[in-house]
């Protein structure tokens, strides 16, 4: 038998793992862990444990911080001015009804496998290691390319706040191209202070969470009641020009969920309270009352905070760029320093999604070190913190590196994609292990609706986004979704559930994980064509990174017995132990 460093001892050995590949592919990349293995032997790796110390409003606090961030403030102004008009209001709750889906199929995998790799860990234990990897891969860079761009905007919200030129804290580089050529220090000092302070320890990281968020949310709270105290009610109905669309809903229906899938990107951060599982105290209670109380409350606090922009100003004078902001900057009427108070707010905001998103990318990176596809430094707890700290230390660095030159417009262009890509991919796994015990069920039914659905949903998507507008497009729709309906009536009928939680699980399944599943690929089919090139780009080089040494890293483990067995056989183990997730 290999040794377990056999594959990369010498360049002959690596030559001859490479070799290999394709029988070590079909080995390995559909090869599944047990949530029981999660929980002991993989979480072993680590060394140290995580210290449970969060409770319930911890998570609800860290919930809040990595939503509301100052995405808002300008996603709102963007949707109201292009798409929903005053019905903004009606597209944060359907998007926050979405977020809370999704929170509804995290928390039923965060209850029973209280891990810190969030999806990773939740896809390792359902579609194997290659799917978990690609996936983690992607979600690792879009966190690290988001923070960086929360990190550049917090130079011009402060400087907004103060009163100081932005200019004043970047210098320009003569011989760097453009968009990569304005230095950014402050960026860098924000994400290092940052990475100093997830480091130390995670209850600590906590109260900092917490009292940054309450003072952001104070900030909230100012900007709703100044909207409505200052505002007029007939903007909910009234454009600035006549000659515009008026009326609560100006573009119709179809404006109100366009303005949705925008405003959706706001509540993008509750994933990573999933990755805080492993150091949470009690995770039958604080786990669904944190996640999707967090959902809840951001919910609507963003829906009083359209509904505050709507009456502050006709939604055709709203400025798409920086909407509170701009409604009281330059007043004449003694009402201009709300602006500056805006602009502090908001750096508040950027400070605890950039905390909490940090927390997220850390744990992540942390649990596949620990399942051996990358190396098993990343995986170190350290003893006296409690943290993962190299894994936060790297991640922090890399993502101040970037932050340092890198243009803010070019980092947006970036994000997004692959988080949603993950909702979607966890709303699957929820569906595929309650209804497919391999060795027991067969798994093809549950793929095959899995599949169809899928199919309706883009179907569905490009119709709403290509099809010609007049009585054909609504007819479209309609049978989309009523095909939709029709095949998880009939799978709901046809295909028993053999896997039901014993203390927290999404109810009335499969219906709300299909509608999950629905909404994420008409949310994805919003996005823009550089999403869409990100995505491709970097899961063509977490592929690459795959063959060329994760695939043999995990053999070598597998040989070495650091690994559990492969598909049927641990997929067998994971029911005798259906919730050893409580023995903690």
């Not at 809903?249 to 949705?260: D, E, H, L």
């Not at 596949?368 to 190299?390: D, L």
């Not at 780009?537 to 070495?560: C, K, N, P, Q, T």
Request: aromatic fraction near 14%; include cysteine.
């Amino acid at each position: 038998m290999e040794t377990p460093s056999s594959s990369f001892s010498s360049f002959p050995s690596y030559l001859r793992a490479l070799a290999q590949t394709p029988a070590r592919l079909a080995r390995r990349a559909p090869s599944v862990s047990s949530s029981y293995d999660e929980l002991s032997r993989v979480k072993a790796r680590s060394g140290s444990d995580m210290q449970r110390t969060l409770r319930w409003y911890d998570l609800i606090g860290l919930g809040i911080g990595g939503m509301v961030g100052a995405g808002v403030f300008v996603t709102t102004g963007r949707a109201s001015r292009l798409y929903a008009g005053p019905a903004i209001v009606i597209s944060y709750a359907i998007a926050g009804i979405c977020a809370l889906l999704s929170a509804f199929c995290y928390t039923e995998f965060a209850v029973h496998m209280p891990v810190a790799g969030g999806a990773f860990s939740y896809l390792r234990i359902t579609f194997g290691e290659f799917a978990a990897f690609l996936t983690g891969a992607n979600l690792i860079m879009e966190y690290v390319i988001s923070n960086a761009a929360v990190a550049r905007g917090f130079t011009p919200y402060l400087s907004a706040a103060i009163g100081v030129s932005t200019e004043k804290w970047r210098f320009t580089v003569a011989g760097l191209p453009k968009g990569f050529n304005e230095i950014d220090l402050l960026a860098v000092a924000v994400v290092l202070i940052l990475t100093l302070v997830i480091c130390y320890r995670t209850r600590e990281s906590s109260v900092v969470n917490i009292v940054l968020t309450t003072l952001h949310i104070i900030f909230v709270v100012f900007v709703i009641m100044m909207g409505f105290w200052r505002g007029n009610w007939k903007n909910f109905t009234r454009p600035g020009n006549p000659d515009h669309p008026s009326g609560f809903f100006p573009y119709g229906p179809s404006g109100v969920f366009n303005g949705a899938a925008m405003v959706y990107l706001s509540y993008i951060g509750y994933d990573a309270v999933s990755t805080m599982a492993e150091e949470v105290r009690n995770p039958v209670k604080d786990i669904p009352i944190g996640v999707t109380g967090s959902v809840i409350v951001v919910t609507i606090l963003y829906c009083l905070m359209a509904a505050s922009m709507s009456k502050l100003l006709p939604y055709d004078m709203i400025d798409a760029e920086a909407p509170f902001s701009a409604a009281f900057d330059g007043r004449s009427d003694g009402w201009e320093w709300v602006s500056r108070v805006i602009g502090v707010g908001a750096s508040f905001g950027i400070l605890t999604s950039l905390l909490v998103a940090m927390l997220g990318q850390a744990r992540y990176m942390c649990v596949i070190g620990r399942s051996t596809v990358v190396p098993a430094w990343f995986a170190r707890v350290h003893p006296k913190t409690s943290t993962p700290v190299n894994a936060s230390a790297f991640l922090g660095i890399f993502t101040a590196a970037i932050a340092l030159f890198t243009d803010l417009n070019i980092l947006l262009n970036l994000v997004s994609i692959g988080t949603l890509f993950v909702f979607y991919m966890v709303a699957n796994a929820v569906i595929y292990r309650r209804y497919v015990v391999i060795g027991t069920t067969k798994p093809w039914p549950t793929l095959s609706f899995l599949c169809l659905l899928s199919l309706t949903s883009l179907l569905f998507t490009l119709s709403w986004h290509f099809a010609p507008s007049g009585s054909s497009k609504p007819f479209l729709l309609g049978l989309c979704i009523g095909i939709a309906a029709a095949i998880s009536l009939i799978f709901h009928f046809t295909v028993p559930q053999v896997r039901k939680p014993e203390f927290w699980g999404v109810p009335f399944m499969p219906w709300l994980p299909s509608i999950s599943i629905f909404l994420n690929i008409f949310l994805l089919g919003s996005l823009d064509g550089p999403s869409y090139v990100r995505f491709g780009f970097f899961s063509a080089l977490a592929v690459l990174v795959y063959v060329l040494y994760s695939i043999h890293a995990s053999f070598d483990a597998e040989a070495d017995g650091t690994l559990g067995q492969k598909n049927g056989e641990v997929m067998r183990e994971s029911v005798v132990s259906e919730e050893p997730s409580h023995k903690v």
